[in-house]
Every structure is written in structure tokens, then in C-alpha cells.
């Protein structure tokens, strides 16, 4: 079955990252203080600093790196919940391994094991693998089981589309586009990403636990949401491919 398919292929990539003797979820990291967040101005000059990518070194990167060995040889994670990087923006994944470096991002032991993944790269291979990523199509269908609540009030569709004026919620669309491919600032492209990985990380926003978006214009649209919405949201971003 594809299931057990799936947690055979997710305990050969812990085996493999185990093997490599990837400092992995290692005890001492509670000590390393998390670096300064970022203001637009400094976020600006750090990803203005980072050397032009090139994609085909950038799959060398992701082969070398083992980063095949979690998010996939096309960028799509085999496991329930980790996040597909194919598809994803490069300024989108430049930031994320930027700020997995500065223990800006460490809302899970996945988070710390990142960190110590992106310690290792130079700003040229962080450019590198993040214009490899942006070159591969997002996932159409992972397989990954999608999850079901129903929102009450507001679709997923009409929250991506119009937003929530009573709440004060923009439209997902105005930022992260609206076929879900990114745009605004370093917004990250959303179609056929993991559902379960996008409810994971949006209620890490809402509680606070995932803190590494700058201005915390995250943080303040998830707060807003129902559980029931997020769940549909990860659902309609998910599926976002498969429609025409
Ligand atoms: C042992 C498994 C493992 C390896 C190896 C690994 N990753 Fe990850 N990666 C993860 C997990 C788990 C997360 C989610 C962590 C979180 O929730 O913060 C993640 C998150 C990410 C993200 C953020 C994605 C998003 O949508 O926010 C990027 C980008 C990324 N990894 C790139 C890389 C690159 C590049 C490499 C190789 C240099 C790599 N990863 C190697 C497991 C891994
Ligand atoms: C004002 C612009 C803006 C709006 C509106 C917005 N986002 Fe975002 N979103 C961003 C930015 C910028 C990031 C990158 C944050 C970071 O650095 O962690 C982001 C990140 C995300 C991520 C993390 C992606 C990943 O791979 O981990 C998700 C999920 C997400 N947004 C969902 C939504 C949803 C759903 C809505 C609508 C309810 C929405 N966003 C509305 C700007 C926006």
C-alpha cells in the first residue's frame, strides 16, 4: 500500500540523514540564541546580497546535500507532513534557509534539523537549490490524505478570492497569487504543497511557534482563522493544480 510505501521511504531519509552523521536533532541547540529578526530593510539587503543561482547546480546541491533524501529527488517530500519545495519561489526558499541559519524559523525538532542542515550551505549553494526548486512544477497530486473539516461561514475559495472584509482578512490571492504561485515580497507559492504540512505550519503561525515572518504578516491573518478554515484552505491549495 502506499501508505506504508510512504513511512518505509520517510525512515530510509531519517536513516540516511542519521548516516551522514547529520548533527540531527541534537540537545545542544537550545543554547544557540535565535539571531535578530528581520526589518523589510535588512531582509531586503540579505537576500540583495545572496550571488545569482543556477539551477543546474542547484540539483547537484539538493543531490549532495541529501535534500533529496527528505523532500524528494523532484522536490516532493515523501511524508505525511514536510513541505514539497518543488514549484517554491526562490526568494521564498532563499528566506526560509536564511532564516533556518539564524534560528529565526525553529518551530519543531524539524526546524532544528534544518538549522543544522543550513549551516552547512554557502550563500551560493542557498542560491543555488532555490533556483532549482523554482524550476521543478509544483506537485499535482501527492497523494497525501486531504484534510476534511468544513468551514461554517466563509469557503476556503471566497477566503483565497475576497478575503474577509469583517475581519479584516486580505485575500491570500493579493500576496500569494491567484493560481497560488507567490508574488508579493518573498510569498510563497502554495499550489499542490502538502495539505497536512499547510495546516501543520499555518497553526504554528496562529500559535506563535512559527515566528520567522517578517512584520508577522503571517502570524496576524492565521490568528484570524478557524481551524475548520485552515483546514479547507490547505485542501483548496492542494488541489489548486489539478484545476484548470
Ligand atoms: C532529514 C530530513 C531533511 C533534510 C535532509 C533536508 N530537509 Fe529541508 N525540511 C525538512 C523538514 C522536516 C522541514 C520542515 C521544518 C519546519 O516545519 O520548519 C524542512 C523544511 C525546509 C524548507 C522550508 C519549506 C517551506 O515550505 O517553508 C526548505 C526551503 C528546505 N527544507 C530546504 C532544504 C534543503 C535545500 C536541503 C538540503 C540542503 C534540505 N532541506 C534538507 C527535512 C529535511
Ligand atoms: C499581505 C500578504 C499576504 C497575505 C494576504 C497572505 N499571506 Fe501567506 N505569506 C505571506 C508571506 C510574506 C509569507 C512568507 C512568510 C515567512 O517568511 O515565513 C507567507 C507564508 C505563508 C505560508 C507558509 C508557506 C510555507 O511553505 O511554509 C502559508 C501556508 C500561507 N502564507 C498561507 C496564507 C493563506 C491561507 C492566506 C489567506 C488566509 C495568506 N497566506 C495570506 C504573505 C501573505
Known sequence: MKTSKRSLRASLAFALATALS???????HAAAPAGEAWTPAS?????????KGDAERGRAVHEQMFCASCHG???????????????????????????????????????????????MMTPQQ???VAAFYATLPA????????????????SAEQLVKKGDPTRLLTPCASCHGVKGQGGVLEAAALAGQNPQYLVRTLLDYQSG???NDAAKVMRVFAEKLTRAEIEALARYYADLPLKK
Open 22 to 28: 547529520l548533527p540531527a536533532l541534537a540537545s545542544e
Open 43 to 51: 531582509l531586503h539587503a540579505a537576500l540583495a546580497a545572496l550571488p
Open 73 to 119: 529527488g523532484q522536490g516532493q517530500a515523501p511524508t505525511f507532513n514536510w513541505p514539497h519545495t518543488a514549484g517554491q519561489r526562490s526568494v521564498y526558499t532563499a528566506k526560509m534557509l536564511l532564516d533556518y541559519q539564524k534560528r529565526l524559523r525553529l518551530e519543531n525538532k524539524g526546524a532544528e534539523l534544518m538549522h543544522d542542515i543550513a549551516v
Open 126 to 128: 542557498i542560491a543555488d
Open 139 to 154: 506537485p499535482r497530486d501527492d497523494g497525501t490524505p486531504r484534510p476534511v473539516a468544513k468551514p461554517e461561514g466563509v
Open 209 to 211: 511557534r512559527r515566528a
